[in-house]
């Protein structure tokens, strides 16, 4: 998975525990990503970061949090997991444009989590 | 809001046949637009890419076409196989960003 390891890959929960998933790159870009993917509607970006200490909301970012104290780490925390989180968390990364001009993003493997 | 939609959910294909995967957008920002492949228990895997400016990029025995006017792209797999079953995902990003916006998947089973 071209350097990018997810974990854990799979969690059960209840509803108000904190969760934090971790996303490691050995790639070292400068673009991390978090998105979760659910049914119709594809992927949505949570947060992303352009660099440590450096990060950003994207679409769905309400009930979650990201830190990124080191180039290779994107940690993922959601602080008080609702059922509605129960989803299929994606990290991804990516460097500069490709020659189309596309950034093109490279994903880890997932990691499924269940919030009962 | 919605800025990029795949209207068929599933698509199913005799192997040997063209399966063609359609994509709508409404953000005229997009600079251009990717299509990923995704397997179960994976991760998304890129697969081909096309530039605005561009109206076909070709790879093998995947084509993608893009018609600004219409707002709408399509991926073309031919011949395709088995191993093409998988959910594919496009997306639309800006030359400014670094942001991808998916759409909502399309599921293809090809049938041997």
């Known amino acids: 998975d071209a350097g990018i390891t997810q974990s854990p890959r799979h969690k059960v929960t209840e509803t108000g525990t904190p969760v934090t998933l971790r996303c490691h790159q050995t790639?070292?870009?400068?673009?991390m990503y978090w998105y979760r993917q659910d049914p119709g509607h594809g992927l949505r970006l949570i947060h992303y970061s352009y660099g440590v200490k450096d990060t950003d909301k994207g679409e769905v970012s309400d009930g979650y949090s990201v830190s990124r104290s080191k180039t290779e780490d994107f940690l993922l925390t959601l602080e008080s997991a609702t059922s509605s989180q129960t989803s299929v968390y994606f990290c991804?990364?990516?460097?500069?444009?490709?020659?189309?001009?596309?950034?093109?993003?490279?994903f880890g493997a997932g990691s499924r989590l269940t919030v009962l | 809001d919605q800025q990029v939609k795949q209207n068929s959910p599933s698509l199913s294909v005799q192997e040997g046949r063209i399966s063609i995967l359609n994509c709508d957008y409404t953000?005229?920002?997009?600079?251009?637009f990717l299509w990923y492949k995704k397997y179960p228990a994976e991760g998304p895997t890129f697969l081909i890419s096309?530039?605005?400016?561009?109206d076909k990029n070709e790879d093998g025995r995947f084509t993608v076409f893009l018609n600004k006017s219409a707002k709408h792209l399509s991926l073309h797999i031919v011949p395709s196989q088995p191993g093409d079953s998988a959910v594919y995902f496009c997306a639309g990003g800006r030359a400014a960003g670094n942001k991808l916006t998916f759409g909502g998947g399309t599921r293809v089973l090809v049938k041997p």
């Open positions: 096309i530039s605005s400016i561009k």
């Open positions: 790639e070292n870009h400068r673009y």
């Open positions: 953000n005229s920002m997009f600079d251009y």
């Open positions: 991804a990364i990516s460097e500069p444009p490709d020659r189309a001009g596309a950034n093109v993003l490279t």
